[in-house]
């Protein structure tokens, strides 16, 4: 089982529509979260950190839960330029690694 | 300029050839990661460094070599590249903490042929 399991998508949604990802983790040990979002051909960029009571970012709003170990990203009103790979972070206790989904696609469309 | 950066952007090799990948970083960060991105397997863990001349593997290291001697510095070398090496090559680097964020360099493309 991998350790990180993400939807692959693609996720093909109108402008304007809210979109949902999700993203499960193996390591109960696991103490940090983010999603990271990645442009065709470029590198990851962070999005945002993950935290316990929930957190939001604009039209981004990510959740966690820790007893079924689970995390969430949900997107409002979608743009075009929210077209990219949304890619699940975990870090595990005091390790220095992150450990990345294999992302979920997002396709906005006119 | 302030950053992370990565030589070569593009490189073709051929099979059995040594090659190496650079990696610099000017922020002092602790910590360094090499990764390989492939297309169903995302972003795999090659090798990482905590510090300077501390390194360890990580997911995939199998035919690879690292080295920090240097704090900015974290070269990657194929010691004899394989076809099965082709692949996009991310490094990147933070600072201490749990929360803290990773800042990916722009990739190296390789191709073995």
């Known amino acids: 089982r991998k350790e990180v399991e993400q939807d692959p998508g693609p996720f093909n949604v109108p402008e304007g529509a809210t979109v949902a990802f999700n993203c499960t983790y193996s390591n109960s040990a696991s103490q940090s979260f983010f999603w990271y979002r990645q442009d065709c051909r470029k590198e990851p960029k962070l999005l945002m950190s993950?935290?316990?009571s929930g957190n939001e970012d604009g039209r981004f709003t990510a959740q966690l839960n820790r007893a079924s170990q689970y995390i969430s990203l949900l997107i409002r009103d979608s743009k075009l330029s929210d077209s990219a790979t949304y890619l699940c972070?975990?870090?595990?206790?005091?390790?220095?690694?992150?450990?990345f989904g294999t992302g979920t696609r997002l396709q906005v469309t006119l | 300029d302030a950053g992370i950066t990565q030589s070569p952007r593009y490189k073709i090799t051929e099979t059995g050839r040594q090659v190496t990948l650079m990696c610099h970083q000017t922020w002092s960060h602790s910590y360094m990661f090499w990764y390989r991105q492939d297309l169903g397997h995302g972003l795999r863990l090659i090798y990482y460094s905590a510090a300077a001349d501390i390194t360890d593997k990580g997911e995939v290291p199998d035919g690879y070599v690292v080295s920090r001697s240097k704090t900015e510095n974290f070269p990657l070398t194929l010691e004899s590249a394989t076809r099965s090496q082709t692949s996009v090559y991310f490094c990147a680097s933070r600072r201490r903490g749990s929360d803290t964020e990773a800042f990916f360099g722009q990739g190296t493309r390789l191709t073995v042929v």
């Open positions: 972070v975990v870090k595990a206790g005091t390790a220095s690694k992150l450990t």
């Open positions: 993950v935290y316990s």
